[in-house]
């Protein structure tokens, strides 16, 4: 419920946030959350605003729902890619020690509703790769052997280890 707070907001696109992949994205987060008291899923979004390179991460600017091609004092940008990077801590019963699973999200932001046959799959990404995306260090405060561990784990095993197709 904290990632719903009015201070998370960006501006998208109404397609993209109502029926679209964004919403789909947090239905499912939502049933991946631990049931357990021992248990926690920690859960980071946010769109991209700064460029990678030479390449803008921006669509444009937006106020009071006018747009402009730059930037204005009053004017917030508009991300051209949203991201999400999810870790699930867990107790190991038997060991009574925790592991951990973590894995992210890249979405492009587009103006377009969650159609038949599109799979939240197809956006997993390994944190290592949202990091190089994004160029934010989104667990720094596990032990360096445990978020190299979680980090670089390959999409497709983590596809597979969180139930998606």
């Not at 990404?125 to 390959?154: H, Q, S």
Request: aromatic share 14%; with cysteine; proline share 5%.
């Amino acid at each position: 419920k904290q990632t719903f707070f009015m201070t998370n907001m960006q501006p998208q696109y109404s397609n993209f946030n109502q029926s679209g992949t964004w919403v789909k994205m947090e239905e499912d987060l939502r049933k991946k959350a631990p049931k357990i008291d021992s248990d926690t899923l920690f859960i980071v979004k946010g769109g991209t605003i700064d460029p990678v390179g030479s390449e803008s991460n921006l669509l444009g600017w937006k106020k009071n729902g006018a747009s402009s091609e730059t930037q204005k004092p009053g004017y917030i940008p508009i991300p051209k890619y949203f991201f999400v990077a999810v870790l699930k801590k867990e107790l190991n019963k038997s060991t009574n020690q925790y592991t951990y699973s973590a894995f992210g999200y890249w979405f492009p932001h587009v103006d377009k509703a969650f159609e038949k046959g599109d799979q939240l799959g197809n956006y997993v990404v390994n944190i290592k790769t949202l990091e190089d995306k994004t160029g934010i260090d989104f667990f720094c405060n596990l032990p360096d052997e445990t978020e190299k561990e979680v980090e670089n784990v390959d999409a497709e095993a983590l596809k597979k280890l969180w139930g998606f197709k």
